[in-house]
């Protein structure tokens, strides 16, 4: 893991999982750069509060469960120095929403898609595949399961 921060320039963000027959990533894509759902962390928050937030204003999806504890694993730095800092955790639902942001006017991503392992590994940037391996590595530890919605 990388040294911590400074909060000013941290982005927190969830390597979101639906495990279901098969295993699947949530990316989003802006412009043309594939990611995990993330944001700034803002004042007063912590950095898993943020991600949380974030997940939420992005993609709709409040049933996160976090089977991993809180472990994350962070990036180099990028964009002017900024770090982003990921969580892993499991998802049951498959739908997702694009909200528009309204500071934007617009959604902050233009497409969502659940993908394989290895289609994760081939949309995203090399900032971060690493972070693809670590959230397989991650959700291999232990056999999980995922409450069926009613």
Known sequence: ????PDVHRLSAGVVIIHAGKNQRFL???AFQHWDFPKGMVEPGETALEAAIREVAEETTLTDLDFQWGHEYVETGPYSRGKVA??????????EVSLPVNPLLGRPEHSEFRWVSYQQALDMTSPR????VHWASRTSA?????VPVKP
């Open 85 to 94: 800092r990921y969580y892993v955790a499991l998802t049951s639902s498959l």
């Open 128 to 131: 971060v595949r690493p972070v």
């Open 27 to 29: 990316l989003l894509r």
């Open 141 to 145: 530890r232990k056999q999980v399961s």
């Open 1 to 4: 893991m990388a040294s911590v």
